[in-house]
């Protein structure tokens, strides 16, 4: 089944404590994104890359971190998390060219 | 840099009646757009998109969209709403092939049954 996967799906840390959101899809897709879902806002672009190796900041990358070794894998990292960052995370991926994203289930994060 | 804005923040109708969310979005460009859905607890799904063509574009569940270029407008009909589309909806424009993709705060859809 074609799909994005994420996990952890819930997360509570303590502000400082560095963690790793994990994304991985089984599509083949060159392009993937993370973004951050808060109310009345929408989701807002954290970090994309468009193929292995190459990333770039989106609208909100501060605080953020990522890495794409591998086509199907693309990990968030927050190396020191801050209250701010509590938000719901949706993975996306989507091929080359004009294509919609397929989104992950969501990974809901508190940082107390 | 772009922005998308939804006229609606909040939107209560009753099964059957007619629905109407606007789109608008500030890029002069070519873009490409989309709505996408999300049901409570749910991840998004893609409802429908245009690339290019008849501005007219039919989705899933019986929803459309027009594009309305000269009034940078993605407005979404649907002729008579159902208890189950009750959901999130958020509309998307992309530029430059996904290296600027960006959403609509969103519009909350309450059908009362």
């Known amino acids: 089944e074609a799909q994005v996967t994420q996990n952890p799906r819930y997360l509570i840390t303590v502000t400082g404590k560095k963690l790793t959101v994990t994304c991985s899809q089984n599509?083949?897709?060159?392009?993937m994104s993370w973004y951050r879902q808060d109310p009345g806002l929408g989701l807002r672009q954290i970090y994309y890359s468009m193929n292995v190796e190459v990333t770039d900041k989106g609208d909100v990358p501060e605080g953020y971190k990522v890495s794409r070794k591998e086509k199907r894998n693309f990990p968030l990292i927050l190396e020191s998390p801050s209250p701010n960052q509590t938000s719901l995370y949706f993975c996306?991926?989507?091929?080359?060219?004009?294509?919609?994203?397929?989104f992950g289930p969501g990974t809901r994060l508190t940082v107390l | 840099a772009q922005s998308v804005s939804q006229h609606n923040h909040h939107v209560i109708l009753s099964e059957a009646a007619s629905l109407e969310l606007g789109c608008n979005y500030s890029y002069g460009g070519t873009v490409n757009l989309f709505w996408y859905v999300q049901y409570p607890g749910q991840h998004l799904q893609l409802l429908l998109k245009y690339f290019s063509g008849d501005p007219l574009v039919k989705g899933i569940k019986g929803f459309e969209a027009e594009f309305i270029k000269s009034k940078f407008s993605f407005n979404l009909r649907k002729p008579s709403v159902q208890w189950s589309d009750t959901a999130e909806y958020f509309c998307a424009v992309e530029e430059n092939y996904g290296q600027n993709f960006v959403f609509g705060p969103g519009t909350r859809l309450s059908v009362l049954p």
């Open positions: 599509m083949n897709h060159e392009y």
């Open positions: 996306a991926s989507s091929g080359t060219g004009y294509n919609e994203q397929f």
